[in-house]
C-alpha cells in the first residue's frame, strides 16, 4: 500500500527525465551572445616553429640577416681599433713618446726623396738640418731630369755641408722605393729615416725616437704623420680624420697585434733590418706597406708613438681627382701585398688573419660603403619580416657610434693643433659621410680596374702646402709649437714619383 | 712537450725571456684563492637570501594581476611566438618580459609550477640574487670593507620590503641588476672606453626592461663623467653616450618596423603608449588622505619594513656629505622628491629601484663610520665633527639593528608560513572542475596562462582589463560583458572595476557561485547573467520559491528521514534543483536518510549540491549508484561515491534555472 505525498514524482519517470520546465532563455533580442572564432592553443602551435616562407624569400632574407651581420662585424671591428688608443688612460700614455727622453745613443741617416718640389724641398732640408739630435746625416735624392730641384738641393748641402748629402738618380722610370734604394746604399746611420719632400718636422723629433729604440729595443719606430688642411673642403676635411685615428690610435693596435702596415714617411728602421730586407720593393706601389708586412711577418719589433707636438705635418692632396689616384695607388699597392703573399710567413694564425682582414680593407669598405645606401633603399622599399628587418638596421649602430667618435675626434683634433672647429666643418662631417663612403668604394674599383689592366705605375699626387698656413696657432693658448710659420701658402708641387702611362 | 720553442730572432737586443717559473695552479684555483675571504662572507649571504625568497615562495605574497601580465607575456614568447598574449600596445617597452621568456625558456620553468606565475617568481629569485652579486661588487667598488658590503647585499636580499617585492613578478627586478650592472661598469678605472660603453649599454638594457629607470641616467652620467679619466674623457663619454641613444633608438625602430610609432587607426603605436603612461596616469592623491592610493602604497611599504625605510632615508641624507656615496645619496632623495611631486602618480613597484640604492647606503654611511671610530681610537687625528658624527651613527644602528631583529622575524615567518595564494588556486580548480570549458570567463590575468593551460580556448579566457581597451578582444565580445558567462574576481579586479563599465556591468549583473578566501585575497567565481541584474533576480526568486516548495514537500515525505537541522535546510529552499528532483524520485522507491547538508568549499551561503544520503528502496549500494548515474543528463549527479556514512552524490556546480515549476 503506498501512497504519493510527492508531486513531483508523478511527473518525472526516473532513467527518463522530462524537464519540469522547458528552460527558456529570455529573448529580448538586444543581443546574441557571440562564441565564434575562438582558437584554443592548439597544441600544434605550441614552442617555435620556422616561418612559413617560399624558398626565395628564405634565400633573400638569410641573404639580408647574413650581410648584415657581417658589415656589422667589419663596422665594430673598425670602429673598435679606431678607438683603441683611448681604451685606457695606460694605453693612450703609452702611445706617445716619452717626455724626458734618455741621452742620444744611435745615429741617423735621413733620406728625403724629392721629385719637381724646388719651392719647399729646400726649406723642408733646413729645417731637419735644424734636429737638435747631435748624430744624424741628411741625404735628398732628386732625378737626373729635374734640374730645379737639384739645384735647391745642392744649395741646401751648401748651407749644411756637414749634414747634408745629394744623390742624383738616373734610373727610368723612377719611383720612391727605387731612390731610396740607391740612397741606403751609402747610407752611414745605425738607423735609416724617411721623409717627404713637403713635410714639416718637428726640431725635437729624432731625439725622441732615438729615446724611443733605447726604451724599447725597437726595430722599428713609427712616428705620427698628420695632414691638417681640414677646412680646405669636405673631403679633405675626412682625409684629415682619416689619418688623425689611423695615426693617433689605430696603428698602435697594429703594432701591439704584431703585424702592421708602415707609413710612407716619419719611419725609421735600423739599418741592419733594411740591409736584411734589401730595401724596399721596388716593384710595390705600397712600398712602405710592403716593407712592414715583411718586417712583421720576419719577426721585428715594431713601435708606434704618437705626440701632437712632434707629428709630421703633411697636407691632403690638392684636388679630388688627386686624392682619387692616390688611394687607388695605395689599394693597388694593398692588393700587390697581399698578392705577394709574403704575410703567410706570419707566425700565428691570429696575425695572418689579421693581415689577411687590412690588406682586404679597402675592399670590403667599398663593400661597406655601397651596401650601406643599398640597405636602406631596401628597408624603405620592401616589406619584410619584423625580425629581419631589425637586424638589417644593426650596421647602422656601430656607424652612428662610428660619427659621434668622428665628431669628437673632429673636436679634439681642432683643440690639439689650436685650429678653432667651425659648425661649418661638423656639418661637412655629417654628410660627407656616405658620399666620402662611395669615394672610397670608387677608389676600390678603380683599383682593381687598374690592377687587372696590369697598370702598376706611379700617380702623380699634388700638394698645396695648404698645412703651412698662415693659421697656425701662436705661443698663446695653443698646445702645439708652430713649425710651419712664415712658409708660402701657394700651391706647390709636390714629391711625385710620375709612371710613363699617366704622363 | 713542455718546452717552448725559441723562435730565431734576427735581433740580440732583445731581453732574454725570464727563466721558466714553477708552473703556475690553475686559472681556477688561483681565483678561488685570491677570492676565498670575499667568497665566505657572500655565498652565505646569497645562500640565506636565495632560501628566503625561495621557500614559500609560492605562498606569499597573493598574485597579483601585474605579475600575470609578465608572466603571460613570457609564456607567449615562447608558446604562441607572439610578444604579448594580447594586442602589443607599448605600454612597456617588451624587453622585461624578454628576459623572463628566456629564463624560463632555458629552465623549462613553466612545466615546473602549476601556477604560471610561479615560473615567473622563479626567475625573479634569479634575478634578485644576479643584483645581489652586483650589489656586492658595487660595494667593493666603492672601497666598502668586506663586512659593510655584506650588510648591503643582506639588506637587499632579506628586508622583509625587499623579499615582497622581489618575490613579485615585476619588470623592476628584471631591470635591477642591469641598472646595478651599468653603475658597477661606470666606476671602472681600467679599460675605462669598454667600460663605459658596456655600462651605457647595460642602462639601455634597464629602460627597455623598465622605463622608470630613467629617472637614473643623470646619476650615472655624473658617475660615468667623475670617474672618467680626462685624458679619455672625450672619447669615452661620446662613444658610451652614442651607444646608450641608440639602446634607446632600437625601440624606436622596433615600433617603426612593425609600423607602430605614429598613432592611426586600427592598430597601437608607441607615441600613444607614451602618452598614456606620462599624460594619462591619474594622479595617486596624497600622503595626507588616508584613503589615496599613494597613501596605500607608502603604508604597505612601511609596515613591511620601518626600520630599512628610516635608515635608508637617514644613510642618503648623510651620504650626501660622503663622496663616494654622493651620487647614489643624491639619486635617492631624488627618487623619493618626483614621488612626492604634486599630482604623482606612484606606481607601486617604485620603491623597487630604491632598494638596492638604500641598502648601499646603510652599508657604506656604516662602514664610514666604523672607519672614523678606528680611525679615532687609533690615534689618528679627527676632527670633532666625524668624531660625533661617527659615535651618533653608531649608536643609531645599533638602535635600528635592536628594532629591526623583532620586526624581521614577524614579517619573515609570514613570507615563510603564510598562504595567501590559497583562494587562487583553489579558484583556479574550481573553475577547471566546475565551469563548462566552452564558456567564456572574464578573469584576473594572473590566472591567464593555467586557464588556458586547463583547456579554455585562449580567446574564451579574457583579462578583464582588455574587454573594454583592445579592439581585437571588442570585436570578439559586441555585446561587452554580456558575452562572456564567468568574471573570477580578486583584488584587482575589484579595485580595477572603477575604470571599466563593461567589468563593472558585469560585477553588477553576476552571482557568486563559489568563493574563496576573504579580506583583499578573496577570490570569486560569477556567473554573469546576461539579461540582466533584475531579470536574474526574479528568476533566482523563483526558484527559491520552487525550492522551498519542493524542500518542505521532500521533508514531510514519511519516507523521509533526516535531522531537524536537514528538514529545516529543505524547508529552507537550500537544496540545489536537481537534488531536489532525484531525491524525490528516491523517495517514490522507498526510504531515504540523508545527512546534515555541508556546503563544499568555496560554496558557503550558496545551495547545497552535495548530498549523502541512504536509501533502501534503490537496494545495496551500488544499485542505488547504478540508480543515480541514470536518471538522465539534465539531473545526472557529476560524482556518486561510497562512504561508511552513506553515498555521497555531489551535482555539477552551475545549476540549470527552471527545474522546478
Same mark, same amino acid.
Given at each position: 500500500?503506498?501512497?504519493?505525498?510527492?508531486?513531483?514524482?508523478?511527473?518525472?519517470?526516473?532513467?527518463?527525465?522530462?524537464?519540469?520546465?522547458?528552460?527558456?532563455?529570455?529573448?529580448?533580442?538586444?543581443?546574441?551572445?557571440?562564441?565564434?572564432?575562438?582558437?584554443?592553443? /592548439?597544441?600544434?602551435?605550441?614552442?617555435?616553429?620556422?616561418?612559413? @616562407?617560399?624558398?626565395?624569400?628564405?634565400?633573400?632574407?638569410?641573404?639580408?640577416?647574413?650581410?648584415?651581420?657581417?658589415?656589422?662585424?667589419?663596422?665594430?671591428?673598425?670602429?673598435?681599433?679606431?678607438?683603441?688608443?683611448?681604451?685606457?688612460?695606460?694605453?693612450?700614455?703609452?702611445?706617445?713618446?716619452?717626455?724626458?727622453?734618455?741621452?742620444?745613443?744611435?745615429?741617423?741617416?735621413?733620406?728625403?726623396?724629392?721629385?719637381?718640389?724646388?719651392?719647399?724641398?729646400?726649406?723642408?732640408?733646413?729645417?731637419?738640418?735644424?734636429?737638435?739630435?747631435?748624430?744624424?746625416?741628411?741625404?735628398?735624392?732628386?732625378?737626373?731630369?729635374?734640374?730645379?730641384?737639384?739645384?735647391?738641393?745642392?744649395?741646401?748641402?751648401?748651407?749644411?755641408?756637414?749634414?747634408?748629402?745629394?744623390?742624383?738618380?738616373?734610373?727610368?722610370?723612377?719611383?720612391?722605393?727605387?731612390?731610396?734604394?740607391?740612397?741606403?746604399?751609402?747610407?752611414?746611420?745605425?738607423?735609416?729615416?724617411?721623409?717627404?719632400?713637403? /713635410?714639416?718636422?718637428?726640431? *725635437?723629433?729624432?731625439?725622441?725616437?732615438?729615446?724611443?729604440?733605447?726604451?724599447?729595443?725597437?726595430?722599428?719606430?713609427?712616428?705620427?704623420?698628420?695632414?691638417?688642411?681640414?677646412?680646405?673642403?669636405?673631403?679633405?676635411?675626412?682625409?684629415?680624420?682619416?689619418?688623425?685615428?689611423?695615426?693617433?690610435? *689605430?696603428?698602435?693596435?697594429?703594432?701591439?697585434?704584431?703585424?702592421?702596415?708602415?707609413?710612407?714617411?716619419?719611419?725609421?728602421?735600423?739599418?741592419?733590418?733594411?740591409?736584411?730586407?734589401?730595401?724596399?720593393?721596388?716593384?710595390?706601389?705600397?712600398?712602405?706597406?710592403?716593407?712592414?708586412?715583411?718586417?712583421?711577418?720576419?719577426?721585428?719589433?715594431?713601435?708606434?708613438?704618437?705626440?701632437?707636438?712632434?707629428?709630421?705635418?703633411?697636407?691632403?692632396?690638392?684636388?679630388?681627382?688627386?686624392?682619387?689616384?692616390?688611394?687607388?695607388?695605395?689599394?693597388?699597392?694593398?692588393?700587390?701585398?697581399?698578392?705577394?703573399?709574403?704575410?703567410?710567413?706570419?707566425?700565428?694564425?691570429?696575425?695572418?688573419?689579421?693581415?689577411?682582414?687590412?690588406?682586404?680593407?679597402?675592399? $670590403?669598405?667599398?663593400? =661597406?660603403?655601397? !651596401?650601406?645606401?643599398?640597405?636602406?633603399?631596401?628597408?624603405?622599399?620592401?616589406?619584410?619580416?619584423?625580425?629581419?628587418?631589425?637586424?638589417?638596421?644593426?650596421?647602422? #649602430?656601430?656607424?652612428?657610434? !662610428?660619427?659621434?667618435?668622428?665628431?669628437?675626434?673632429?673636436?679634439?683634433?681642432?683643440?690639439?693643433?689650436?685650429?678653432?672647429?667651425?659648425?661649418?666643418?661638423?656639418?661637412?662631417?655629417?654628410?660627407?659621410?656616405?658620399?666620402?663612403?662611395?669615394?672610397?668604394?670608387?677608389?676600390?674599383?678603380?683599383?682593381?680596374?687598374?690592377?687587372?689592366?696590369?697598370?702598376?705605375?706611379?700617380?702623380?699626387?699634388?700638394?698645396?702646402?695648404?698645412?703651412?698656413?698662415?693659421?697656425?696657432?701662436?705661443?698663446?693658448?695653443?698646445?702645439?709649437?708652430?713649425?710651419?710659420?712664415?712658409?708660402?701658402?701657394?700651391?706647390?708641387?709636390?714629391?711625385?714619383?710620375?709612371?710613363?702611362?699617366?704622363? | 712537450?713542455?718546452?717552448?720553442?725559441?723562435?730565431?730572432?734576427?735581433? %740580440?737586443?732583445?731581453?732574454?725571456?725570464?727563466?721558466?717559473?714553477?708552473?703556475?695552479?690553475?686559472?681556477?684555483?688561483?681565483?678561488?684563492?685570491?677570492?676565498?675571504?670575499?667568497?665566505?662572507?657572500?655565498?652565505?649571504?646569497? #645562500?640565506?637570501?636565495?632560501?628566503?625568497? *625561495?621557500?614559500?615562495?609560492?605562498?606569499?605574497?597573493?598574485?597579483?594581476?601585474?605579475?600575470?601580465?609578465?608572466?603571460?607575456?613570457?609564456?607567449?614568447?615562447?608558446?604562441?611566438?607572439?610578444? =604579448?598574449?594580447?594586442?602589443?600596445?607599448?605600454?612597456?617597452?617588451?624587453?622585461?618580459? $624578454?628576459?623572463?621568456?628566456?629564463?624560463?625558456?632555458?629552465?623549462?620553468?613553466?612545466?615546473?609550477?602549476?601556477?604560471?606565475?610561479?615560473?615567473?617568481?622563479?626567475?625573479?629569485?634569479?634575478?634578485?640574487?644576479?643584483?645581489?652579486?652586483?650589489?656586492?661588487?658595487?660595494?667593493?667598488?666603492?672601497?666598502?670593507?668586506?663586512? #659593510?658590503?655584506?650588510?648591503?647585499?643582506?639588506?637587499?636580499?632579506?628586508?622583509?620590503?625587499?623579499?615582497?617585492?622581489?618575490? %613579485?613578478?615585476?619588470?623592476?627586478?628584471?631591470?635591477?641588476?642591469?641598472?646595478?650592472?651599468?653603475?658597477?661598469?661606470?666606476?671602472?678605472?681600467?679599460?675605462?672606453?669598454?667600460?663605459?660603453?658596456?655600462?651605457?649599454?647595460?642602462?639601455?638594457? #634597464?629602460?627597455?626592461?623598465?622605463?622608470?629607470?630613467?629617472?637614473?641616467?643623470?646619476?650615472?652620467?655624473?658617475?660615468?663623467?667623475?670617474?672618467?679619466?680626462?685624458?679619455?674623457?672625450?672619447?669615452?663619454?661620446?662613444?658610451?653616450?652614442?651607444?646608450?641613444?641608440?639602446?634607446?633608438?632600437?625601440?624606436?625602430?622596433?615600433?617603426?618596423?612593425?609600423?607602430?610609432?605614429?598613432?592611426?587607426?586600427?592598430?597601437?603605436?608607441?607615441?600613444?603608449?607614451?602618452?598614456?603612461? !606620462?599624460?594619462?596616469?591619474?594622479?595617486?592623491?596624497?600622503?595626507?588622505?588616508?584613503?589615496?592610493?599613494?597613501?596605500?602604497?607608502?603604508?604597505? @611599504?612601511?609596515?613591511?619594513?620601518?626600520?630599512?625605510?628610516?635608515?635608508?632615508?637617514?644613510?642618503? $641624507?648623510?651620504?650626501?656629505?660622503?663622496?663616494?656615496?654622493?651620487?647614489?645619496?643624491?639619486?635617492?632623495?631624488?627618487?623619493?622628491?618626483?614621488?612626492?611631486?604634486?599630482?604623482?602618480?606612484?606606481?607601486?613597484?617604485?620603491? $623597487?629601484?630604491?632598494?638596492?640604492?638604500?641598502?648601499?647606503?646603510?652599508?657604506?654611511?656604516?662602514?664610514?663610520?666604523?672607519?672614523?671610530?678606528?680611525?679615532?681610537?687609533?690615534?689618528?687625528?679627527?676632527?670633532?665633527?666625524?668624531?660625533?658624527?661617527?659615535?651618533?651613527?653608531?649608536?643609531?644602528?645599533?638602535?635600528?639593528?635592536?628594532?629591526?631583529?623583532?620586526? @624581521?622575524?614577524?614579517?619573515?615567518?609570514?613570507?615563510?608560513?603564510?598562504?595567501?595564494?590559497?583562494?587562487?588556486?583553489?579558484?583556479?580548480?574550481?573553475?577547471?572542475?566546475?565551469?563548462?570549458? /566552452?564558456?567564456?570567463? !572574464?578573469?584576473?590575468?594572473?590566472?591567464?596562462?593555467?586557464?588556458?593551460? /586547463?583547456?579554455?580556448?585562449?580567446?574564451?579566457?579574457?583579462?578583464?582589463?582588455?574587454?573594454?581597451?583592445?579592439?581585437?578582444?571588442?570585436?570578439?565580445?559586441?555585446?561587452? @560583458?554580456?558575452?562572456?558567462?564567468?568574471?573570477?574576481?580578486?583584488?584587482?579586479?575589484?579595485?580595477?572595476?572603477?575604470?571599466?563599465?563593461?567589468?563593472?556591468?558585469?560585477?553588477?549583473?553576476?552571482?557568486?557561485?563559489?568563493?574563496?578566501?576573504?579580506?583583499?585575497?578573496?577570490?570569486?567565481?560569477?556567473?554573469?547573467?546576461?539579461?540582466?541584474?533584475?531579470?536574474?533576480?526574479?528568476?533566482?526568486?523563483?526558484?527559491?520559491?520552487?525550492?522551498?516548495?519542493?524542500?518542505?514537500?521532500?521533508?514531510?515525505?514519511?519516507?523521509?528521514?533526516?535531522?531537524?537541522?536537514?528538514?529545516?535546510?529543505?524547508?529552507?529552499?537550500?537544496?540545489?534543483?536537481?537534488?531536489?528532483?532525484?531525491?524525490?524520485?528516491?523517495?517514490?522507491?522507498?526510504?531515504?536518510?540523508?545527512?546534515?547538508?555541508?556546503?563544499?568549499?568555496?560554496?558557503?551561503?550558496?545551495?547545497?549540491?552535495?548530498?549523502?544520503? %541512504?536509501?533502501?528502496?534503490?537496494?545495496?549500494?551500488?544499485?542505488?549508484?547504478?540508480?543515480?548515474?541514470?536518471?538522465?543528463?539534465?539531473?545526472?549527479?557529476?560524482?556518486?561515491?561510497?562512504?561508511?556514512?552513506?553515498? =555521497?552524490?555531489?551535482?555539477?556546480?552551475?545549476?540549470?534555472?527552471?527545474?522546478?515549476?
Amino acid at each position: 500500500m503506498s501512497f504519493d505525498p510527492t508531486r513531483l514524482t508523478t511527473l518525472a519517470a526516473a532513467g527518463d527525465p522530462a524537464p519540469l520546465l522547458t528552460p527558456q532563455a529570455p529573448q529580448d533580442g538586444s543581443f546574441v551572445p557571440n562564441r565564434g572564432a575562438s582558437t584554443g592553443v /592548439d597544441p600544434s602551435a605550441v614552442g617555435f616553429h620556422l616561418p612559413a @616562407w617560399t624558398p626565395l624569400e628564405w634565400v633573400g632574407y638569410s641573404a639580408m640577416v647574413i650581410v648584415a651581420l657581417l658589415l656589422t662585424a667589419v663596422a665594430v671591428s673598425t670602429l673598435w681599433w679606431m678607438l683603441h688608443a683611448w681604451r685606457s688612460k695606460d694605453n693612450l700614455s703609452g702611445t706617445a713618446f716619452s717626455e724626458n727622453p734618455l741621452k742620444a745613443e744611435h745615429t741617423f741617416t735621413l733620406l728625403v726623396p724629392g721629385r719637381h718640389e724646388e719651392e719647399v724641398m729646400g726649406q723642408t732640408l733646413d729645417r731637419l738640418a735644424q734636429q737638435d739630435h747631435q748624430g744624424f746625416e741628411i741625404i735628398a735624392i732628386v732625378g737626373h731630369d729635374d734640374p730645379g730641384t737639384e739645384r735647391v738641393a745642392r744649395e741646401a748641402a751648401a748651407r749644411h755641408p756637414e749634414l747634408i748629402r745629394v744623390i742624383v738618380d738616373d734610373s727610368v722610370p723612377k719611383n720612391k722605393p727605387k731612390a731610396l734604394n740607391l740612397a741606403l746604399q751609402t747610407a752611414k746611420g745605425e738607423i735609416v729615416g724617411v721623409f717627404d719632400a713637403e /713635410d714639416e718636422v718637428h726640431p *725635437r723629433l729624432l731625439s725622441l725616437v732615438d729615446s724611443k729604440f733605447t726604451e724599447t729595443g725597437a726595430d722599428v719606430v713609427q712616428g705620427g704623420v698628420q695632414l691638417m688642411n681640414f677646412q680646405s673642403s669636405w673631403w679633405s676635411l675626412r682625409n684629415v680624420l682619416e689619418y688623425y685615428f689611423w695615426f693617433r690610435s *689605430r696603428l698602435h693596435f697594429h703594432a701591439k697585434s704584431k703585424f702592421i702596415p708602415l707609413g710612407g714617411n716619419t719611419v725609421f728602421v735600423t739599418k741592419k733590418w733594411l740591409d736584411w730586407s734589401e730595401g724596399w720593393d721596388a716593384g710595390c706601389l705600397a712600398e712602405d706597406c710592403e716593407l712592414g708586412v715583411r718586417l712583421s711577418s720576419a719577426g721585428a719589433n715594431v713601435v708606434v708613438a704618437y705626440t701632437p707636438e712632434v707629428v709630421t705635418r703633411e697636407e691632403t692632396p690638392g684636388s679630388f681627382t688627386s686624392l682619387l689616384k692616390q688611394r687607388t695607388r695605395w689599394n693597388q699597392g694593398f692588393m700587390q701585398v697581399l698578392g705577394k703573399g709574403e704575410w703567410k710567413k706570419l707566425p700565428t694564425f691570429r696575425q695572418r688573419f689579421y693581415a689577411r682582414y687590412l690588406l682586404t680593407m679597402p675592399f $670590403i669598405q667599398a663593400v =661597406t660603403g655601397l !651596401l650601406i645606401p643599398v640597405s636602406i633603399i631596401l628597408m624603405l622599399t620592401v616589406k619584410v619580416p619584423t625580425g629581419v628587418a631589425l637586424i638589417s638596421f644593426i650596421p647602422l #649602430a656601430p656607424t652612428l657610434v !662610428l660619427l659621434a667618435v668622428e665628431i669628437t675626434g673632429l673636436a679634439e683634433f681642432g683643440r690639439t693643433y689650436g685650429i678653432k672647429v667651425r659648425a661649418l666643418d661638423y656639418f661637412r662631417l655629417i654628410w660627407g659621410l656616405i658620399p666620402y663612403q662611395v669615394f672610397l668604394a670608387l677608389g676600390a674599383v678603380r683599383a682593381v680596374y687598374r690592377q687587372l689592366r696590369g697598370q702598376n705605375g706611379w700617380e702623380k699626387t699634388e700638394h698645396t702646402g695648404a698645412h703651412r698656413d698662415a693659421d697656425v696657432p701662436t705661443e698663446t693658448g695653443a698646445t702645439v709649437t708652430p713649425i710651419g710659420a712664415g712658409r708660402t701658402a701657394e700651391p706647390q708641387p709636390a714629391y711625385a714619383m710620375v709612371s710613363g702611362d699617366e704622363r | 712537450m713542455t718546452t717552448t720553442q725559441e723562435r730565431p730572432s734576427v735581433r %740580440t737586443l732583445r731581453p732574454e725571456t725570464p727563466p721558466v717559473e714553477v708552473r703556475p695552479p690553475s686559472r681556477a684555483g688561483g681565483w678561488l684563492r685570491r677570492h676565498a675571504a670575499s667568497l665566505l662572507v657572500l655565498l652565505p649571504i646569497l #645562500a640565506i637570501g636565495g632560501v628566503v625568497q *625561495r621557500l614559500n615562495m609560492a605562498g606569499s605574497p597573493q598574485r597579483i594581476d601585474d605579475e600575470g601580465t609578465y608572466t603571460a607575456q613570457a609564456w607567449a614568447i615562447g608558446h604562441l611566438g607572439e610578444l =604579448t598574449h594580447y594586442t602589443y600596445w607599448y605600454d612597456h617597452p617588451p624587453l622585461g618580459w $624578454i628576459q623572463i621568456a628566456g629564463y624560463t625558456g632555458l629552465t623549462n620553468a613553466f612545466a615546473r609550477y602549476d601556477q604560471a606565475v610561479m615560473a615567473g617568481r622563479e626567475a625573479m629569485l634569479f634575478f634578485t640574487l644576479v643584483s645581489a652579486i652586483l650589489i656586492w661588487l658595487l660595494s667593493r667598488r666603492l672601497k666598502l670593507s668586506r663586512a #659593510a658590503a655584506g650588510v648591503a647585499t643582506a639588506v637587499f636580499a632579506l628586508s622583509p620590503l625587499a623579499v615582497q617585492f622581489h618575490r %613579485t613578478v615585476y619588470l623592476d627586478n628584471v631591470a635591477v641588476p642591469w641598472l646595478l650592472l651599468a653603475f658597477l661598469l661606470a666606476l671602472s678605472r681600467k679599460n675605462q672606453l669598454a667600460g663605459f660603453i658596456g655600462s651605457a649599454f647595460a642602462f639601455g638594457v #634597464a629602460v627597455l626592461t623598465k622605463e622608470t629607470f630613467l629617472l637614473a641616467l643623470p646619476f650615472l652620467a655624473w658617475v660615468m663623467i667623475r670617474n672618467s679619466d680626462r685624458s679619455t674623457r672625450r672619447y669615452t663619454l661620446a662613444t658610451s653616450g652614442a651607444v646608450l641613444a641608440l639602446v634607446g633608438l632600437a625601440y624606436v625602430v622596433f615600433a617603426a618596423v612593425r609600423g607602430e610609432l605614429i598613432p592611426g587607426p586600427g592598430h597601437t603605436s608607441l607615441i600613444s603608449g607614451l602618452s598614456f603612461q !606620462l599624460g594619462t596616469r591619474d594622479s595617486s592623491g596624497s600622503i595626507l588622505d588616508t584613503g589615496s592610493l599613494f597613501f596605500k602604497v607608502v603604508n604597505q @611599504w612601511w609596515i613591511l619594513d620601518q626600520v630599512f625605510i628610516v635608515m635608508g632615508l637617514l644613510s642618503a $641624507i648623510v651620504g650626501l656629505f660622503l663622496r663616494r656615496t654622493r651620487p647614489f645619496a643624491v639619486l635617492v632623495l631624488f627618487a623619493v622628491a618626483v614621488m612626492f611631486r604634486p599630482n604623482s602618480y606612484v606606481p607601486v613597484p617604485y620603491v $623597487i629601484m630604491l632598494l638596492p640604492f638604500g641598502a648601499l647606503l646603510v652599508a657604506a654611511v656604516g662602514d664610514t663610520a666604523v672607519k672614523a671610530y678606528r680611525a679615532r681610537r687609533a690615534g689618528t687625528v679627527t676632527t670633532s665633527l666625524t668624531r660625533i658624527g661617527a659615535t651618533a651613527w653608531l649608536v643609531a644602528s645599533a638602535v635600528a639593528i635592536a628594532a629591526l631583529v623583532p620586526l @624581521w622575524t614577524v614579517q619573515l615567518r609570514g613570507f615563510l608560513l603564510s598562504d595567501l595564494d590559497q583562494p587562487m588556486v583553489s579558484a583556479e580548480q574550481w573553475v577547471d572542475d566546475n565551469v563548462p570549458h /566552452d564558456s567564456r570567463l !572574464l578573469v584576473d590575468d594572473s590566472m591567464w596562462v593555467d586557464l588556458v593551460k /586547463d583547456g579554455f580556448a585562449q580567446d574564451n579566457v579574457i583579462w578583464f582589463y582588455k574587454i573594454d581597451t583592445d579592439g581585437a578582444v571588442e570585436a570578439q565580445s559586441p555585446n561587452g @560583458w554580456r558575452d562572456s558567462d564567468y568574471l573570477v574576481t580578486t583584488n584587482s579586479v575589484r579595485t580595477s572595476a572603477a575604470n571599466s563599465p563593461d567589468v563593472q556591468d558585469a560585477l553588477k549583473n553576476s552571482t557568486v557561485v563559489a568563493s574563496f578566501g576573504e579580506g583583499t585575497e578573496q577570490v570569486d567565481v560569477r556567473q554573469i547573467h546576461p539579461q540582466g541584474e533584475a531579470a536574474a533576480k526574479q528568476t533566482a526568486e523563483t526558484e527559491n520559491a520552487a525550492q522551498i516548495a519542493a524542500g518542505t514537500e521532500i521533508a514531510a515525505n514519511p519516507n523521509f528521514t533526516g535531522s531537524d537541522a536537514v528538514k529545516k535546510q529543505l524547508e529552507a529552499g537550500q537544496l540545489d534543483s536537481r537534488a531536489l528532483v532525484v531525491l524525490s524520485e528516491l523517495l517514490a522507491t522507498g526510504p531515504v536518510d540523508m545527512k546534515t547538508l555541508v556546503p563544499l568549499p568555496g560554496e558557503e551561503g550558496l545551495d547545497f549540491r552535495s548530498l549523502v544520503i %541512504t536509501s533502501s528502496g534503490a537496494g545495496t549500494p551500488a544499485e542505488l549508484k547504478t540508480w543515480l548515474t541514470s536518471v538522465g543528463s539534465k539531473y545526472a549527479p557529476s560524482t556518486v561515491t561510497q562512504t561508511s556514512g552513506g553515498t =555521497t552524490v555531489v551535482f555539477p556546480a552551475i545549476e540549470p534555472s527552471g527545474l522546478l515549476g
